[in-house]
């Protein structure tokens, strides 16, 4: 069940001064379109409010709520009421487009509540305010739909083997797949070009994505296999492939070679710094005298 918060300017509050039988209406908001409904209503619970002088307070309060299950396209139920003191005391029936007043409540609010609820079905454009209403909580349901159980987020691919804290611990080598949505997915671990090993259970990382950890026991690997992990996801166009073998991994000669480079580049500059500086010296320079 989804609740969203509603527009339509009905709800509004009421309290006593003095426990005496004046109020003070506080509208929620100042739409034209709802000015009418808004004045009828609370002449009416005027009226009610007055049947109770020495109460403390009266709210009237305005819910609206989208229900829908599991299924896009399934029923989509709006519920619009009003209620007096957490009383039901109005209800829109979406069925038969009009409202209806309380049922099974005290005679002096059943009188009431018929009386609203006449002078608004009276009126097409009370009715359409809410069918407004209604139309908006589709949408939204449409839209919330659209940006949660139907999109699609890549996932994010690492090939590693964890580094063996025990000596007993058995090597293994781990394919970590994480981000994606939605949660169907296939892992699969080959060996040699050979399947030997396919996930598909992924697990809730807890913020509307998934992860799964595809591990592979290493114990009967030699020095000369080759692996190579491979994902297919609904949100790839292509399948992600990650490699992996026995020594450095690319990354890892690709760093080598980089921090190689950068080291030869400064023992260069600085073999160039002191024959500079040595050649300077033997070039005659006599310092002034006095100066050091």
Not at 191 to 216: C, H
Request: net charge negative; hydrophobic share 40%.
């Amino acid at each position: 069940m989804m609740s969203s918060p509603p527009d339509f300017p009905l709800a509004a509050e009421f309290r006593t001064e003095k426990q005496t039988s004046g109020f003070q209406f506080c509208p929620r908001t100042e739409l034209d379109d709802s000015a009418e409904m808004n004045a009828a209503s609370t002449a009416l619970l005027l009226m009610y409010g007055s049947l109770w002088p020495f109460g403390s307070g009266y709210v009237m309060q305005e819910i609206s709520m989208c229900l829908f299950d599991d299924n896009k396209e399934g029923d989509i139920i709006f519920k619009y009421q009003i209620t007096f003191n957490r009383q039901p005391f109005l209800y829109y029936n979406e069925n038969d487009k009009q409202f209806n007043g309380c049922f099974n409540c005290i005679p002096q609010m059943q009188y009431l509540s018929d009386q609203v609820a006449q002078l608004l079905n009276k009126n097409p454009k009370y009715v359409d305010l809410v069918e407004g209403e209604e139309g908006r909580c589709k949408e939204d349901v449409r839209t919330f739909w659209n940006k949660t159980v139907e999109r699609k987020v890549k996932p994010s691919v690492e090939v590693f083997s964890p580094v063996q804290i025990h000596p007993e611990g058995l090597p293994v080598l781990v394919c970590h797949v994480w981000g994606f949505y939605p949660p169907e997915i296939s892992v699969a671990w080959f060996k040699n070009d050979v399947l030997v090993k396919n996930y598909t259970e992924a697990e809730r990382s807890g913020d509307w994505t998934y992860r799964i950890m595809a591990v592979l026991d290493m114990r009967d690997s030699l020095p000369e296999d080759n692996y190579t992990c491979l994902v297919n996801h609904p949100s790839l166009g292509m399948a992600i492939t990650r490699s992996w073998k026995h020594g450095l991994t690319n990354i890892q000669i690709i760093k080598i070679g980089v921090a190689s480079v950068v080291f030869a580049l400064g023992l260069v500059f600085l073999i160039t710094g002191i024959a500079c500086w040595k050649n300077a010296k033997r070039s005659g320079y006599s310092p002034i005298p006095g100066v050091q």
